[in-house]
């Protein structure tokens, strides 16, 4: 079974700039999770989509952060413009869905480390 | 809110050490409980689970118990490898969506 794909891996832009996340989550999930991961922190939600609806983006900075997840399936995640304090690893998670606890169990992509200078 | 506090680091063992890193919750309602590991250069991969009061959680020799009375979930392993050398994080998910909330992680480092 294929996992998680995120691209790309590495992004490097100057402050101002704007930038764009993918994510490819497992076929069949219906949930979709974006992360934010600062160094030396555990990983903070910012959005959770279930099939094309948003669940939860209460921790999302809405005045330069967007994402959607376009006929349920993939996912972008776009920070325009950027700061320096947006420098981190964006994780992309999914789960087959919220149904209740056998379902909830996320999986993670290897992330898109991001460098703000 | 709901936290998840962890044991700070980095915590440095001898191969075949005890290990012990501590994780303790405040949740509103009754969570289910995860270890997650990160391993250099590597994405967040599930450990162990527990869904109830009283579960272990059990994987490559790691495990640890929910324990409900003292909200904690430590994680334990009876003798660690170098190739344990990893970040940990300990995460709770509850509520609505089942979002998960993580610690701030614990950086376990493994001298041969």
């Known amino acids: 079974e294929a996992g998680v794909a995120q691209s790309p891996r590495y992004k490097i832009i100057e402050k101002r700039q704007s930038v764009a996340f993918w994510c490819n989550p497992i076929?069949?999930?219906?949930?979709l999770y974006w992360y934010q991961q600062i160094l030396g922190q555990g990983p903070k939600l910012l959005i959770q989509?279930?099939?094309?609806?948003?669940?939860?983006d209460s921790q999302l900075p809405k005045d330069r952060f967007s994402a959607e997840r376009l006929k349920g399936v993939d996912s972008t995640l776009k920070i325009q413009p950027a700061k320096l304090e947006d420098s981190a690893v964006y994780l992309c998670?999914?789960?087959?869905?919220?149904?209740?606890?056998?379902?909830?169990?996320?999986?993670f992509g290897p992330g898109t480390r991001l460098t703000v200078t | 809110g709901d936290s998840v506090t962890q044991m700070e680091g980095p915590v440095t063992l001898s191969e075949e050490a005890f290990l012990t890193i501590n994780c303790t919750y405040t949740?509103?309602?009754?969570?289910?409980l995860f270890w997650y590991v990160q391993y250099p250069g590597e994405g967040l991969q599930l450990l162990l689970k527990?869904?109830?009061?009283?579960d272990k959680g059990s994987n490559k020799g790691f495990e640890a118990t929910y324990r409900k009375e003292t909200t904690s979930f430590h994680l334990e392993k009876g003798s660690v490898q170098v190739s344990d050398s990893a970040v940990y994080f300990c995460?709770?998910?509850?509520?609505?969506?089942?979002?998960?909330?993580f610690g701030a992680g614990t950086i376990l480092r493994v001298k041969s």
């Open positions: 998670a999914s789960s087959l869905g919220t149904g209740g606890r056998a379902s909830y169990e996320q999986y």
């Open positions: 076929s069949g999930h219906a949930t």
């Open positions: 989509f279930q099939n094309n609806g948003v669940v939860d």
């Open positions: 949740a509103t309602g009754y969570p289910s």
């Open positions: 527990a869904t109830k009061a009283d």
């Open positions: 995460a709770q998910a509850g509520g609505y969506g089942n979002k998960l909330v």
